[in-house]
Each structure stands twice: as structure tokens, then as C-alpha cells.
């Protein structure tokens, strides 16, 4: 399964991203969902050109897209970047931590149904 990860841009100027990276490699947190093999594919931040970086995940293959923890706690983009997501991947609202979080509510969007 290809996984990505997108991530605050303004937080990537300050953190070297042990948290997300962890908790993909280590399959626990968010990525604890997922019995299969999983492969990063992507890991980005969602500054610049984000509808070209849309473009390369669908050709890349991407299964689902987790925005990062500090995305979902954050980023004022986090909803409109999700929903925009999920007409093409799946998407999982966070990376490490507990999966409540605080406000806003985590989103997990699967493509298919688009739940909220
Ligand atoms: S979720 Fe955590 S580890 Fe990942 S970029 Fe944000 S602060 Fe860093």
C-alpha cells in the first residue's frame, strides 16, 4: 500500500520530523490501521505548488495521504486540504499521537464513501 504524508510547511522549517517518520516506520499511531506492507511514497508539506504535488501522488500510485499531526492542530488548511484529497486518495487526519487529538475533530475521509 503507498502511503504519504504531508506535513505543515511552516513546521517543517523547525522539525526534523522524527514524530511522523516513527510512527510510519514503526507502523504504530495512525499507521497502526493498516495490515498490509505499506511504502512511502510521498512526504512533503503543503506550502507551494500543492495541485502538482496531487498530480505526482495519482501517478505515483498514492493509496492514502496522512496530513501530519500538527497539521490537523495548526493549519487553518487542514479541512479544505483534506476534503481536496479525498476526491483522489484516502485520507487519514493525523500521524503520531492519539488519534482524538484535540479540536478540530480528526478526519479520516475514505475515498470510496466520503465519510465525515
Ligand atoms: S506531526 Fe510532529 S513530527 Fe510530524 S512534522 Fe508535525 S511536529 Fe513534526
Known amino acids: 500500500m503507498k502511503i504519504a504524508i504531508i506535513v505543515r510547511e511552516e ?12 510512527a510510519f516506520f514503526q507502523k504504530k499511531d495512525a499507521f497502526s490501521r493498516y495490515e498490509d506492507d505499506l511504502t512511502l511514497v510521498t512526504f512533503t508539506h503543503d506550502g507551494g505548488d500543492i495541485d502538482r504535488k496531487i498530480e505526482m501522488m495519482i ?16 493549519s487553518a488548511n487542514y479541512e479544505p486540504l483534506a476534503k481536496q484529497l479525498s476526491e483522489y486518495f484516502d485520507v487519514v487526519g493525523y500521524t503520531h499521537g492519539p488519534e482524538e487529538g484535540k479540536e478540530p475533530k480528526t478526519l479520516i ?8
Not at 523547525?14 to 517518520?21: A, Q, V
Not at 501517478?59 to 495548526?74: E, I, P, Q, Y
Not at 475521509?109 to 465525515?116: L, Q
Open 11 to 22: 513546521t517543517m522549517q523547525r522539525c526534523t520530523c522524527k514524530g511522523c517518520l516513527n
Open 59 to 74: 501517478k505515483n500510485g498514492v493509496d492514502a495521504v496522512h496530513l501530519s499531526s500538527c497539521m490537523r492542530g495548526k
Open 109 to 116: 475521509i475514505n475515498k470510496a464513501d466520503k465519510m465525515f
